[in-house]
């Protein structure tokens, strides 16, 4: 008997707000401990919650985003355990009226599931909820920052569409990146700001019946959730094809020995008993409100991708690119709505532009590291520092387009605005780089190279017709590469022919 | 005795520099060492501090300082041991929160210093304000300053016993089902439990969040209404507070009640009442009648439902408010190897017996399976009791009522029995459940021995005005609110 697997994930995103959850301390990474704490997130007698709008609103925009119902209804609820990182021993959440759900999140993936390299994972929900603090544990006691606590926290659970490992980790870069470039989340992971547990069970294929949900916990890497997923299917295929039974379970994945343990088991699961934080009104989002906060969001990257492919005739590799550097696509679109030859535009942008900001960008960074700056402090130029304008990438396509310079005039041209800032027309004229188109010129290049080249001649004659781009060459050379290609080559042709 | 005084006689002093603030405090001072070491009413205070506050009050007013907008300005005002009062104890009459001292004022306490009050002193409760007779406080009784053998109610009793006894012109209290009225009832005072979402609650220590609500206790109904006008309103860090416009509640005593309608409800009216307090409520409404007010009959038919209702939701919520008190950031703690026996003995040694109970049973009715049998259902019932008041409110302006149905009982008598217990909040706890407005106040007293009986008020959600327009026609026709304890011990 052959088995698949089914994958649920719920994913933890730390909102990017500028303050918490219930109150006003700093939503900060990397602060000294306990230097972003009050009466309220630290939970001390007496104190309320307040919610954040920012973080209702990016709640909110996030169910846009994933393509969710938003619901006229919503409301918190304490969701009671016991753990020193808890200030009130209860967080506060989401239960049975999330803000947002039944959404989707469709992403490129061509494994199995896969239809038109595509897939599609259904988004049960997105709501909103507060962080915990952080337990550091020292040989003989454990301490607590609760800068953490009382960051908001949303948590994208997906409905068990995922049938592997590879497709889990298509889905969490896929969401991650709407996240980031809707954002609502940085999304980094290095800071913990992205955090998943893993729900697997495993099933006869063609049966439609659920296995034992086995979920594994606090999961902070991507490539972590494919790995440990990888194992754990394996792991669950072999104990059922044993004829063993699988039980509802939490397990931990240790990332070193590669494995997955149990941690417990459904018997001692918590009883949360959960019900509706008194202290807190129901949110009853209205029309205006949620109509603002739909201008917010943006066009998914995928869309994006697809519309770059189809309006600008560009490459999949080209619009990935342009997918996934959001000021790079803007900078883009913003030259190919005035261009006829978009695919040039791209080209120079992806295969010139970025070779030379991070160029320069590499320059800059040893020049300012000689200064004694930080990593963090260093300042480097990007699209917005650009010397030319956008316009000036323009004009030189069009350069190229009516065969005025060559190719490798081209990029000469480019080299010198990109430092200088100077128009291409001016670099042209200054440095005489407009193209030679005049036949009578390119004939005598012709001749003085097929004098001088008799080897090349021969083996062009004797039939091998790539001798013909080594004459070429050396048309160009003594052109200084000003010769107009296409015309060397049909006169090159014609002599050697003839 | 400056210490007797209200607080409008107390101001009348002050403005024309009869008296000092300092003279007025001292007063206070002199009560307590006087008296309270029977009746314990106060947990702690801070005799120099208040002072100390005094003497800045004087100094004020020696510089030309006026009390134009400030209605407490020299007031000694004491405070029950549940409301944060910025670098003061907040124990909540519980060995759990040890040494703690709380960093920030209550938007209420906030409100009472920045209307001149001088606010001193920790007033005794029931632990977490879970009780009805004060007898849970882990810190000892507190003794009904009519007779010291009784409780003075509560949670409140300590609030209660202090403005009996004259050892504060008016205090603080909490009410969740009847703790600020039940107190006032069987001490002889003003007792105002507000709208739910009339004063902040930000700086009250939760024990059930959508009951609680602060108000004071006074001498009078005047001075009732001046406290409440100091400390409503809506309040950004608290998000269950109503932005309602705030009346002169004071204006609002012109003793004109001609026309009004009063309910009686039917269901108030039987089962374990007692005689006497039968027959002062029944003079009551006569005296109403006298005065112009229209009785009119009226049912509250899901009274009978009030108390489980009440059990079930406020121990829900309390189960939960309480978890907070785990010992690993703030007060005491009994360590252990491990989390879970750190948190099991500091709150085994922590908690009372009462409070305890109340944490299993809310425990229980939330646990999985048993939600829905209980705290859902308990939640519709409240709703049908809300729509009880919202339906007689649509006939009458207030609603009348015993505010206990007993006058106070011995200490111990009912400590073995905590259903009795419960059940002495019969008559208060429905007014939570709504989440309408409340008041007692004293009319008459038994005759032997000689104890207050209270009279409640019940009025609309924000019908603070015409319930205490009412209290106070009634109080002014009478001179119950004038009796004072012997307090000779």
Same mark, same amino acid.
């Given at each position: 008997?052959?088995?698949?697997?089914?994958?649920?994930?719920?994913?933890?995103?730390?909102?990017?707000?500028?303050?918490?959850?219930?109150?006003?301390?700093?939503?900060?990474?990397?602060?000294?401990?306990?230097?972003?704490?009050?009466?309220?997130?630290?939970?001390?007698?007496?104190?309320?919650?307040?919610?954040?709008?920012?973080?209702?609103?990016?709640?909110?925009?996030?169910?846009?985003?994933?393509?969710?119902?938003?619901?006229?209804?919503?409301?918190?609820?304490?969701?009671?355990?016991?753990?020193?990182?808890?200030?009130?021993?209860?967080?506060?959440?989401?239960?049975?009226?999330?803000?947002?759900?039944?959404?989707?999140?469709?992403?490129?993936?061509?494994?199995?599931?896969?239809?038109?390299?595509?897939?599609?994972?259904?988004?049960?929900?997105?709501?909103?909820?507060?962080?915990?603090?952080?337990?550091?544990?020292?040989?003989?006691?454990?301490?607590?920052?609760?800068?953490?606590?009382?960051?908001?926290?949303?948590?994208?659970?997906?409905?068990?569409?995922?049938?592997?490992?590879?497709?889990?980790?298509?889905?969490?870069?896929?969401?991650?990146?709407?996240?980031?470039?809707?954002?609502?989340?940085?999304?980094?992971?290095?800071?913990?700001?992205?955090?998943?547990?893993?729900?697997?069970?495993?099933?006869?294929?063609?049966?439609?019946?659920?296995?034992?949900?086995?979920?594994?916990?606090?999961?902070?890497?991507?490539?972590?959730?494919?790995?440990?997923?990888?194992?754990?299917?394996?792991?669950?295929?072999?104990?059922?094809?044993?004829?063993?039974?699988?039980?509802?379970?939490?397990?931990?994945?240790?990332?070193?020995?590669?494995?997955?343990?149990?941690?417990?088991?459904?018997?001692?699961?918590?009883?949360?008993?959960?019900?509706?934080?008194?202290?807190?009104?129901?949110?009853?989002?209205?029309?205006?409100?949620?109509?603002?906060?739909?201008?917010?969001?943006?066009?998914?990257?995928?869309?994006?991708?697809?519309?770059?492919?189809?309006?600008?005739?560009?490459?999949?590799?080209?619009?990935?690119?342009?997918?996934?550097?959001?000021?790079?696509?803007?900078?883009?679109?913003?030259?190919?709505?005035?261009?006829?030859?978009?695919?040039?535009?791209?080209?120079?942008?992806?295969?010139?532009?970025?070779?030379?900001?991070?160029?320069?960008?590499?320059?800059?960074?040893?020049?300012?590291?000689?200064?004694?700056?930080?990593?963090?402090?260093?300042?480097?130029?990007?699209?917005?520092?650009?010397?030319?304008?956008?316009?000036?990438?323009?004009?030189?396509?069009?350069?190229?387009?009516?065969?005025?310079?060559?190719?490798?005039?081209?990029?000469?041209?480019?080299?010198?605005?990109?430092?200088?800032?100077?128009?291409?027309?001016?670099?042209?004229?200054?440095?005489?780089?407009?193209?030679?188109?005049?036949?009578?010129?390119?004939?005598?290049?012709?001749?003085?190279?097929?004098?001088?080249?008799?080897?090349?001649?021969?083996?062009?004659?004797?039939?091998?017709?790539?001798?013909?781009?080594?004459?070429?060459?050396?048309?160009?050379?003594?052109?200084?590469?000003?010769?107009?290609?296409?015309?060397?080559?049909?006169?090159?042709?014609?002599?050697?022919?003839? | 005795?400056?210490?007797?005084?209200?607080?409008?006689?107390?101001?009348?002093?002050?403005?024309?520099?009869?008296?000092?603030?300092?003279?007025?405090?001292?007063?206070?001072?002199?009560?307590?060492?006087?008296?309270?070491?029977?009746?314990?009413?106060?947990?702690?205070?801070? +005799? =120099? #501090?208040?002072? @100390?506050?005094?003497?800045?009050?004087?100094?004020?007013?020696?510089? *030309? /300082? &006026?009390?134009?907008?400030?209605?407490?300005?020299?007031?000694?005002?004491?405070?029950?041991?549940?409301?944060?009062?910025?670098?003061?104890?907040?124990?909540?009459?519980?060995?759990?929160?040890?040494?703690?001292?709380?960093?920030?004022?209550?938007?209420?306490?906030?409100?009472?210093?920045?209307?001149?009050?001088?606010?001193?002193?920790?007033?005794?409760?029931?632990?977490?304000?879970?009780?009805?007779?004060?007898?849970?406080?882990?810190?000892?009784?507190?003794?009904?300053?009519?007779?010291?053998?009784?409780?003075?109610?509560?949670?409140?009793?300590?609030? +209660? =016993? #202090?403005?009996? @006894?004259?050892?504060?012109?008016?205090?603080?209290?909490?009410?969740? *089902? /009847? &703790?600020?009225?039940?107190?006032?009832?069987?001490?002889?005072?003003?007792?105002?439990?507000?709208?739910?979402?009339?004063?902040?609650?930000?700086?009250?220590?939760?024990?059930?969040?959508?009951?609680?609500?602060?108000?004071?206790?006074?001498?009078?109904?005047?001075?009732?209404?001046?406290?409440?006008?100091?400390?409503?309103?809506?309040?950004?860090?608290?998000?269950?507070?109503?932005?309602?416009?705030?009346?002169?509640?004071?204006?609002?005593?012109?003793?004109?009640?001609?026309?009004?309608?009063?309910?009686?409800?039917?269901?108030?009216?039987?089962?374990?009442?007692?005689?006497?307090?039968?027959?002062?409520?029944?003079?009551?409404?006569?005296?109403?009648?006298?005065?112009?007010?229209?009785?009119?009959?009226?049912?509250?038919?899901?009274?009978?439902?009030?108390?489980?209702?009440?059990?079930?939701?406020?121990?829900?919520?309390?189960?939960?408010?309480?978890?907070?008190?785990?010992?690993?950031?703030?007060?005491?703690?009994?360590?252990?190897?491990?989390?879970?026996?750190?948190?099991?003995?500091?709150?085994?040694?922590?908690?009372?017996?009462?409070?305890?109970?109340?944490?299993?049973?809310?425990?229980?009715?939330?646990?999985?399976?048993?939600?829905?049998?209980?705290?859902?259902?308990?939640?519709?019932?409240?709703?049908?009791?809300?729509?009880?008041?919202?339906?007689?409110?649509?006939?009458?302006?207030?609603?009348?009522?015993?505010?206990?149905?007993?006058?106070?009982?011995?200490?111990?008598?009912?400590?073995?029995?905590?259903?009795?217990?419960?059940?002495?909040?019969?008559?208060?706890?429905?007014?939570?459940?709504?989440?309408?407005?409340?008041?007692?106040?004293?009319?008459?007293?038994?005759?032997?021995?000689?104890?207050?009986?209270?009279?409640?008020?019940?009025?609309?959600?924000?019908?603070?005005?015409?319930?205490?327009?009412?209290?106070?026609?009634?109080?002014?026709?009478?001179?119950?609110?004038?009796?004072?304890?012997?307090?000779?011990?």
């Amino acid at each position: 008997m052959e088995y698949e697997a089914v994958i649920g994930l719920e994913t933890h995103v730390q909102l990017n707000t500028k303050s918490k959850m219930w109150c006003g301390c700093a939503n900060q990474y990397g602060s000294e401990p306990n230097t972003n704490v009050c009466p309220v997130c630290l939970g001390l007698p007496g104190v309320l919650p307040v919610p954040n709008d920012e973080a209702l609103r990016k709640t909110v925009l996030t169910g846009y985003l994933l393509n969710c119902e938003i619901p006229r209804f919503a409301k918190f609820d304490r969701k009671s355990y016991f753990y020193p990182d808890m200030p009130k021993n209860y967080q506060l959440t989401q239960y049975d009226k999330p803000s947002t759900a039944n959404g989707f999140v469709e992403f490129e993936f061509t494994g199995a599931g896969s239809v038109n390299g595509l897939a599609r994972v259904r988004i049960t929900r997105a709501h909103l909820e507060e962080d915990v603090g952080k337990s550091t544990h020292f040989d003989r006691h454990s301490g607590l920052d609760f800068n953490r606590a009382g960051v908001p926290l949303m948590e994208i659970v997906s409905e068990p569409d995922i049938t592997s490992a590879d497709m889990a980790y298509a889905y969490l870069n896929a969401l991650t990146e709407i996240l980031h470039q809707g954002g609502v989340s940085d999304c980094d992971m290095e800071k913990g700001m992205v955090r998943c547990d893993v729900n697997i069970s495993v099933r006869p294929i063609g049966t439609k019946e659920l296995g034992a949900k086995i979920e594994i916990k606090n999961m902070n890497s991507f490539s972590g959730v494919r790995r440990a997923a990888e194992y754990e299917i394996a792991r669950q295929i072999e104990v059922v094809k044993r004829g063993e039974k699988l039980i509802q379970s939490t397990r931990r994945w240790d990332d070193v020995a590669g494995i997955t343990e149990q941690m417990r088991t459904k018997e001692d699961a918590h009883d949360y008993r959960y019900f509706p934080d008194p202290d807190l009104m129901p949110l009853a989002p209205t029309d205006a409100w949620l109509a603002e906060v739909k201008t917010k969001a943006i066009e998914l990257p995928l869309a994006r991708k697809q519309r770059f492919m189809r309006d600008y005739q560009l490459p999949a590799g080209d619009a990935e690119v342009f997918k996934s550097n959001v000021a790079l696509g803007n900078y883009f679109e913003g030259l190919a709505r005035q261009s006829k030859n978009p695919k040039a535009v791209a080209n120079w942008i992806i295969n010139n532009l970025l070779a030379k900001l991070a160029e320069l960008n590499a320059r800059e960074k040893s020049e300012q590291e000689a200064l004694g700056l930080e990593a963090a402090d260093l300042k480097l130029s990007s699209f917005a520092d650009l010397k030319f304008k956008p316009e000036a990438l323009l004009e030189l396509v069009n350069l190229v387009e009516a065969k005025t310079i060559s190719s490798s005039a081209a990029q000469q041209v480019f080299a010198e605005m990109f430092d200088s800032g100077k128009a291409p027309a001016v670099i042209v004229q200054e440095k005489g780089l407009a193209q030679v188109s005049d036949t009578g010129a390119i004939e005598k290049f012709c001749d003085d190279a097929i004098a001088a080249n008799p080897a090349p001649v021969a083996d062009y004659k004797a039939g091998k017709a790539a001798a013909l781009n080594s004459l070429k060459g050396q048309v160009m050379k003594l052109s200084k590469g000003k010769a107009n290609p296409a015309l060397v080559g049909e006169i090159l042709e014609r002599k050697l022919k003839g | 005795m400056l210490n007797q005084l209200t607080i409008s006689e107390l101001a009348a002093k002050f403005a024309k520099r009869e008296v000092s603030a300092r003279e007025a405090t001292q007063a206070c001072l002199d009560q307590i060492a006087c008296v309270d070491g029977k009746i314990h009413a106060f947990l702690s205070f801070n +005799a =120099a #501090a208040a002072l @100390a506050q005094a003497d800045a009050v004087d100094q004020l007013i020696s510089q *030309g /300082g &006026s009390g134009a907008n400030r209605p407490l300005l020299g007031i000694p005002i004491a405070i029950k041991d549940v409301l944060a009062v910025k670098n003061q104890p907040l124990n909540c009459a519980s060995k759990i929160l040890g040494n703690y001292i709380s960093p920030y004022d209550a938007t209420a306490i906030e409100k009472l210093k920045a209307a001149g009050a001088i606010v001193f002193g920790r007033l005794n409760m029931d632990e977490f304000a879970m009780g009805s007779s004060t007898e849970n406080s882990a810190f000892g009784l507190t003794c009904n300053p009519w007779d010291i053998t009784r409780i003075p109610g509560g949670s409140s009793g300590g609030s +209660a =016993a #202090a403005v009996a @006894a004259d050892e504060c012109i008016a205090s603080l209290g909490t009410d969740t *089902g /009847g &703790s600020i009225r039940q107190p006032a009832a069987l001490c002889g005072c003003v007792g105002l439990k507000p709208t739910y979402g009339r004063i902040s609650r930000y700086g009250l220590v939760a024990f059930a969040s959508s009951l609680d609500q602060i108000g004071p206790f006074t001498k009078d109904v005047r001075d009732s209404a001046t406290l409440l006008g100091v400390m409503s309103g809506v309040d950004r860090r608290d998000s269950t507070s109503v932005p309602e416009p705030v009346p002169n509640y004071v204006a609002a005593l012109d003793g004109n009640i001609r026309g009004l309608k009063l309910g009686l409800p039917k269901e108030y009216m039987v089962g374990g009442l007692d005689p006497e307090i039968k027959a002062s409520v029944d003079a009551a409404v006569k005296q109403y009648e006298k005065l112009g007010a229209e009785i009119v009959e009226i049912s509250l038919p899901h009274t009978d439902y009030a108390v489980a209702v009440y059990y079930i939701i406020a121990t829900a919520e309390a189960s939960a408010n309480l978890a907070r008190f785990d010992g690993i950031r703030y007060g005491a703690r009994v360590e252990g190897n491990d989390p879970i026996e750190l948190y099991s003995k500091t709150r085994g040694a922590g908690f009372g017996a009462e409070v305890k109970r109340r944490i299993i049973l809310g425990t229980y009715v939330l646990s999985s399976g048993y939600y829905d049998a209980y705290y859902l259902r308990a939640q519709k019932v409240r709703t049908l009791i809300r729509n009880d008041f919202l339906k007689a409110f649509e006939t009458v302006d207030a609603i009348v009522t015993p505010t206990t149905p007993t006058a106070a009982f011995k200490a111990g008598e009912k400590s073995g029995d905590p259903l009795q217990m419960y059940l002495s909040d019969i008559f208060t706890i429905s007014c939570n459940l709504a989440g309408i407005c409340g008041v007692s106040l004293p009319c008459g007293f038994t005759q032997n021995p000689k104890l207050p009986i209270g009279l409640q008020l019940l009025g609309k959600p924000f019908g603070e005005e015409t319930m205490l327009k009412l209290a106070h026609a009634y109080e002014q026709s009478t001179a119950w609110h004038k009796e004072k304890p012997s307090l000779k011990f």
